[in-house]
């Protein structure tokens, strides 16, 4: 937030790399700003180091022409409607707000750099001394890359724009830093700080119970229907699984546990039999956490559950070069320091999954939910991609009672 004071030294020292005027002329009662354009402006500094836009000022003299008190929310309404509707993916980390200089009234909006790169209505765009420039394709890979899967640094490791070790719970960084005399320290050595004392993406995932804050849909939808479709008049339930991803995981197992029916045969000896393998459920939702892609803001993780089948869908296309039809022999992991991590959290005992560890690395996960799934219902799992989203469906098995009655 930016008082009078600060606006007018950010007036008096002109446009830079990080500031921009624009004047907001109205006819006729309308407001006369070219919305794709400010797309273009907005994305630029997102795209780069973060910025600072001021309406009301002229640019060529830095003078304060003002806008009209009344039009003030009509301005501040179509920068949020451009953030949302017009850059791909939607920019989430601005601020915008208006201020009084004397008499005159003036509309900024602070964008911070983004953890993504977003196109805006006419491309990519980065900020170049006072003024936006196009990228090249080369500029566009290299960028991407730095904020992704680069080799430099992985997405999990990147630094969280607008956070600080005051975001992350104690009681969730002690898990990794336990003997801690300096935890700062240590929580950047552990790469859950960054350099600059902000938190990273697996700081924020592993130790923030708000973590949906900070990484938009970064958690687990849930639902259970009785029947075969989407269809809201057949939703039995409905959850979203927020905070920690240990505590997600745990709280969606949980879920698809509580609507798991196992049926029974009545003679002597009775026989019991789930619909689903909850080990194999287990590896499925892991799986699914650890190997999304987090850079993704526009999905999260879903699980839907129904009478013939439970899908589960994760953002993300397979990373580099791994295709469907041999994710059971090939290991490559999206997310390394999300990996580690999860591999250092204790299970409880009564969760019965077979592993002391959430992740045991030995990349088994996906051959344990073929075997326990087809085994159990004699059916295999199907995984397939759906343009930048991998889909999992396993199909339930048949009821014990179901079975007696036919012979």
């Not at 080799?151 to 990794?176: A, C, H, M, W």
């Not at 991998?390 to 079975?403: D, K, R, V």
């Amino acid at each position: 937030m930016l008082d009078k004071d600060k606006i007018l030294a950010k007036i008096d020292a002109g446009e830079t790399s990080g500031i921009e005027f624009k004047q907001v002329i109205v006819k006729h009662g309308k407001i006369q700003l070219k919305n794709h354009h400010l797309s273009d402006e907005i994305a630029a500094f997102a795209n780069h180091r973060g910025g600072l836009i001021i309406f009301g000022v002229e640019d060529k003299t830095n003078q304060i022409i003002g806008i009209d008190k009344d039009i003030c929310h009509q301005v501040v309404e179509i920068l949020s409607s451009i953030c949302h509707d017009l850059l791909n993916p939607s920019l989430v980390d601005f601020y915008i707000d208006n201020v009084a200089i004397d008499d005159k009234y003036l509309v900024y909006i602070e964008i911070n750099r983004s953890l993504w790169l977003h196109e805006s209505g006419h491309g990519y765009f980065y900020r170049h001394g006072d003024s936006k420039r196009k990228m090249s394709t080369e500029h566009i890979l290299r960028i991407g890359q730095a904020r992704s899967q680069a080799r430099i640094i992985r997405f999990d490791e990147q630094s969280v724009p607008s956070t600080n070790i005051g975001i992350l719970q104690k009681s969730f960084y002690q898990r990794f830093i336990p003997d801690s005399t300096n935890e700062e320290l240590d929580l950047k050595k552990r790469n859950l700080l960054y350099k600059d004392g902000s938190a990273t993406v697996a700081g924020v995932l592993m130790c923030s119970p708000s973590s949906d804050d900070y990484l938009y849909n970064s958690f687990i939808q849930a639902v259970y229907y009785n029947g075969v479709e989407k269809d809201a008049n057949y939703q039995i339930d409905a959850q979203d699984f927020k905070g920690v991803l240990d505590q997600q995981i745990i709280n969606a197992f949980k879920f698809v546990k509580q609507y798991n029916k196992i049926s029974a045969t009545k003679e002597v000896g009775r026989t019991e039999r789930p619909q689903y393998s909850m080990k194999a459920i287990f590896e499925a939702i892991v799986n699914a956490v650890v190997h999304r892609d987090y850079s993704k803001s526009g999905s999260k993780i879903r699980l839907f559950m129904f009478s013939n089948r439970l899908e589960l869908y994760s953002p993300g296309a397979l990373a580099n070069t791994l295709a469907v039809d041999t994710l059971i022999s090939n290991q490559i992991t999206r997310n390394e320091l999300l990996t580690r991590l999860l591999s250092e959290i204790e299970l409880d005992d009564n969760m019965k999954v077979g592993r002391k560890y959430f992740l045991e690395r030995r990349g088994e996960g996906v051959g344990i939910i073929m075997r326990e799934s087809e085994q159990l219902s004699g059916k295999a799992p199907i995984y397939q991609v759906n343009g930048e989203e991998l889909q999992l469906t396993i199909f339930p098995a048949q009821s014990l009672q179901g079975e007696n009655d036919d012979d």
